[in-house]
């Protein structure tokens, strides 16, 4: 109920409903005293307060947060925790074949140019993090503004809106990434951009859905009658109420735009000089030939994605059921 | 139904007109002129001019757009410039494999995640149940082209059960009159052949199929939980019917009207990974052939490619939407 307390009319109806059931519950307060004791325990709940209690306590969204902070120390410390140059090769290291394996100078071995792996893993964290979290952002800043509009002014501007996303949806999603990268060039603001805009649509779908929810909601007609203005309507009340599912999909969104940014580098379409810029995809692109001598080329860079990813999908999962009691266990 | 069904029919046109426009901005927008890609860097303006004049690229735009829409509507998406030869050939011999790796995929993982997410509801809360959440956390959590390594570093290289590439044996010289080869193989009555084709079909179909048997997994628990609280599934219990028969028709039936629409929802999630597990396995598909492309600017072949697999992709939802409609009639009267 809290959900809908955010205008001063709702907050007034929970409370009294609330009360009146406490008092019949058996213990004889008034009326007014059970609502001052709602409002003090009021005070310090609140949806995100126990969306938060209910996340701190969930085992999978903990080991996520555990992922995720190892993924995000090293993109933010990558100079400090890199043990060698990520550019620098060793040929005399290969020179007996590749590659040679962990050891306490590499300490995750090096790879075809006698790179050392660990440095290069540790700056493809930056890399993935940076591009996930700016073409997330995109897709969400678009989609959101987009899907905002759609719901909330409906009519033609509903419809248009959506059929040019009915359009976009229609390409597979790497498919569409891999056009725009075409189209622009390859390189790590181009795949920002590609990734970012192939997610717009399933932002702008979803927050149309969750405004269309909320649009005849008591709380909307009472802001309504109260005078406040459309826009502000939207955006003060509707929003915060509509959210929740879209702080789910973003951070779901975060693992599938790390996904996406490797299946890139992979394919060899993602950044411009991948011997510059290590990233975790396209590490794993000329190992294909070497996996009988040396597997652990394949196997670190592929793990490092699966951590990252399943990080960011434990800690989504986690949120959905915080913010959403229904699906608990589901 | 059939006012359903032509009403869906509609909706098609204006998908199909945006996604024509969308491919022919998305062709202007690719760097380099039609004119220089195909006459190569050593080519003189008057060559190009001359390009220019024959295939109508000085006209004015909408001229353009419309004798776009006209050869695509035919079906011809002019000729590949790596292999010369007409995309639309290509096409028909490249989209079978995908098709043949997709509805595989597919397959693997609809029978085995509709069991496993059955039991994992049946066992609510217990190691089964457990196990099979964890294992679809991971599934979704592993990139397709990752996992396809791994599968072919273990069962091809390690363990060389199953061939680690292509679609057919090298050495294999069979007929292939639909260029389904499982079908051909059928057809022709060749079983060493039908053998061999599906062997090759293993470890790319597992790889692909791994996402969305992850998702059908985790919805069909998800479907059983609901159903199985549901009035009707209490009263078949109290007037005494067998628990077999109460799982079947009572619970499955109606848990699996969420799932069919997912597995058409993972249409595009196929298409996406087929492009990456043919990279990994050189299947000759759609997929592997867009990845050459890509770095052969073979912009014929992309544009072409990319047109039919989203036709193929709104062609298939569109089955799954009057195919639902079959199977829940609650849908065809809203």
Known sequence: ?330 | MLRFVVRRLLLLVPILIGLSILVFVWIRALPGSPADSLLGERTTPELVREYNERFGLDDPVYVQYWRYVKTTAQFDFGVSIATHRYVTDEIRERFPATMELALAAMLFATFLGVPLGFVAAKKYGGPVDHASLFASLIGVSIPVFFLAILLKYVFAVRLGWLPSVGRIDVESDVEHPTNFYILDAIITRDWATLRDVIRHLILPAIALGSIPLAIITRITRASVLDVQNEDYVRTARAKGLPPRIVDRRHILRNALLPISTIIGLQVGLLLSGAILTETVFAFPGMGSWLRDAIFNRDYPVLQGGILFLAFVFVIVNLLVDISYAIINPRIRYS
């Open chain 1, 1 to 330: 109920m809290s959900i809908s307390g955010r205008t001063g009319f709702a907050r007034v109806v929970v409370c009294d409903d609330r009360s009146t059931r406490r008092s019949s519950e058996g213990s004889r307060v008034s009326i007014v005293e059970a609502e001052a004791v709602e409002v003090q325990l009021e005070a310090p709940s609140g949806l995100w307060r126990d969306a938060f209690h209910l996340l701190i306590r969930n085992p999978g969204a903990i080991v996520g947060f555990v992922f995720v902070g190892v993924f995000v120390f090293a993109a933010i410390f990558a100079p400090l925790i890199a043990t060698h140059d990520v550019t620098e090769q060793n040929l005399p290291l290969i020179a007996n074949g590749c590659c040679p394996g962990p050891s306490g100078d590499h300490w995750f071995g090096v790879d075809l140019l006698g790179r050392d792996v660990f440095s290069r893993i540790v700056y493809g964290a930056r890399v993935s993090l940076l591009i996930g979290l700016v073409s997330v952002s995109i897709g969400l800043a678009i989609g959101l503004v987009l899907g905002a509009m759609a719901g909330y002014v409906g009519g033609i501007v509903d419809s248009s809106i959506m059929r040019v996303m009915d359009v976009m949806l229609a390409v597979p999603g790497l498919l569409l990434a891999i056009g725009i990268v075409a189209a622009l060039g390859p390189g790590v603001k181009e795949v920002m951009i590609a990734v970012g805009l192939a997610n717009v649509p399933i932002f702008a779908r979803l927050v149309r859905s969750s405004i269309l929810a909320q649009r005849d909601a008591d709380y909307v007609v009472a802001a309504k009658a109260s005078g406040i203005r459309r826009p502000s309507i939207l955006f003060a009340q509707i929003l915060p109420n509509a959210i929740s599912p879209v702080i789910v999909t973003a951070t779901l969104a975060m693992a599938t735009a790390i996904i996406d940014v490797a299946g890139l580098g992979f394919l060899g379409i993602g950044l411009q000089d991948p011997d510059e810029t290590p990233e975790w995809g396209s590490m794993l692109t000329e190992v294909n030939e070497y996996l009988q001598t040396a597997p652990f080329l394949a196997l670190i860079p592929g793990t490092a994605i699966v951590i990252s990813v399943l990080g960011f999908n434990l800690i989504g999962d986690g949120l959905r059921e915080a913010l959403d009691p229904k699906l608990r266990g589901r």
